[in-house]
């Protein structure tokens, strides 16, 4: 058994295919650590935006959606934990307190937050069908949105309309390409697992 197990009642995601041990829980969290650590290297950097576009959000919400809640909020704590404590995980291969604290800072506590709320989706049966992932991942990308922007505008000293200019707009298309790639994948690894319910 782990601590990871989930509520009575819930729906399995995709994680719980696997038998649950808690070594194999721990192993699934460094995962979703070390996933968003490599897609966030994935970077296009924006001349006229503090914030760069990275894969490291498809790796959150991806992950989430597979580990569930509990799991998925773990990997990013860990991920922000380790970027914390200077190891070069953060975009860019950047780490440490500075980066957190810096424009993309907000974004990135909205990681985890983003994280426990599509894994409680998933855990309801959102990630089985194309629709009901691509509304996780935009109810994900939203949450993200909902920390990041105000924290880009407080450490930037933008307006409000200014910050969603340089945080929130730059993003939406990569946001929905990122959508539709979920709303393929997702439904489609559950039925390669066939669709244990």
Same mark, same amino acid.
């Given at each position: 058994?782990?601590?990871?197990?989930?509520?009575?009642?819930?729906?399995?995601?995709?994680?719980?295919?696997?038998?649950?041990?808690?070594?194999?829980?721990?192993?699934?969290?460094?995962?979703?650590?070390?996933?968003?650590?490599?897609?966030?290297?994935?970077?296009?950097?924006?001349?006229?935006?503090?914030?760069?576009?990275?894969?490291?959000?498809?790796?959150?919400?991806?992950?989430?959606?597979?580990?569930?809640?509990?799991?998925?909020?773990?990997?990013?704590?860990?991920?922000?934990?380790?970027?914390?404590?200077?190891?070069?995980?953060?975009?860019?291969?950047?780490?440490?307190?500075?980066?957190?604290?810096?424009?993309?800072? +907000?974004?990135?506590?909205?990681? &985890?937050? /983003? @994280?426990?709320?599509?894994? %409680?989706?998933? #855990?309801?049966?959102? $990630? *089985?069908?194309?629709?009901?992932?691509?509304?996780?991942?935009?109810?994900?990308?939203?949450?993200?949105?909902?920390?990041?922007?105000?924290?880009?505008?407080?450490?930037?000293?933008?307006?409000?309309?200014?910050?969603?200019?340089?945080?929130?707009?730059?993003?939406?298309? +990569?946001?929905?390409?990122?959508? &539709?790639? /979920? @709303?393929?994948?997702?439904? %489609?690894?559950? #039925?390669?697992?066939? $669709? *244990?319910?």
């Amino acid at each position: 058994m782990s601590a990871f197990a989930p509520v009575a009642g819930s729906r399995p995601v995709l994680a719980d295919v696997f038998p649950r041990t808690l070594a194999r829980d721990v192993a699934f969290v460094l995962g979703a650590a070390l996933l968003t650590a490599a897609a966030s290297q994935l970077r296009i950097p924006l001349g006229f935006s503090p914030v760069p576009i990275t894969g490291g959000t498809f790796a959150v919400l991806l992950t989430a959606a597979a580990l569930g809640p509990a799991r998925a909020a773990a990997g990013q704590a860990t991920y922000l934990l380790l970027g914390a404590v200077g190891l070069p995980v953060f975009s860019g291969w950047t780490g440490g307190v500075s980066y957190l604290v810096g424009p993309s800072g +907000g974004y990135l506590v909205g990681f &985890v937050v /983003a @994280a426990t709320v599509v894994g %409680a989706c998933a #855990r309801r049966g959102w $990630d *089985r069908g194309p629709l009901g992932m691509a509304a996780t991942f935009a109810l994900g990308s939203l949450v993200i949105y909902a920390l990041g922007v105000p924290w880009l505008a407080f450490v930037g000293g933008y307006g409000v309309v200014e910050a969603l200019g340089l945080g929130v707009a730059p993003f939406l298309v +990569g946001d929905a390409l990122k959508a &539709v790639a /979920a @709303a393929l994948a997702l439904p %489609a690894a559950w #039925r390669l697992a066939g $669709d *244990r319910a």
